[in-house]
């Protein structure tokens, strides 16, 4: 099993900046990839970004430029860097971790605000 801690949500003013990150504990070591979804209000939840254990990543058309996924050293961390923000990116993100071993866990979500 492994749990996941988010930290780093808030309110910005549209063209500032946010670090997002989250935590996992437990078991870690069989974490094929980590990423950052978003679910704004009355809206499907959707992917962000992910980083795989390889170092791979992906991105949301809508971030790509102005968001940066990266992870720790110790490799049970992952960031995520979020420049320019829009009004549009408001919504709650949430961590989430995948393994061969145990499935899909997600993290308890951390909102963003952008104010225009």
């Known amino acids: 099993q492994v749990q996941l801690v988010e930290s780093g949500g808030g309110l910005v003013q549209a063209g500032g900046s946010l670090r997002l990150s989250c935590v996992a504990s437990?078991?870690?070591?069989?974490?094929?990839?980590m990423g950052w979804y978003r679910q704004a209000p009355g809206k499907q939840r959707e992917l962000v970004a992910v980083?795989?254990?390889?170092?791979?990543?992906n991105y949301a058309d809508s971030v790509k430029s102005r968001f940066t996924i990266s992870r720790g050293n110790a490799k049970n961390t992952v960031y995520l860097q979020m420049n320019s923000l829009k009004a549009e990116d408001t919504a709650v993100y949430y961590c989430?971790?995948?393994?061969?071993?145990?499935?899909?866990?997600w993290g308890q979500g951390t909102q963003v605000t952008v104010s225009s």
């Open positions: 989430r971790a995948e393994s061969l071993a145990w499935g899909v866990r």
């Open positions: 437990g078991n870690i070591f069989s974490i094929n990839a």
């Open positions: 980083i795989t254990s390889s170092g791979r990543t």
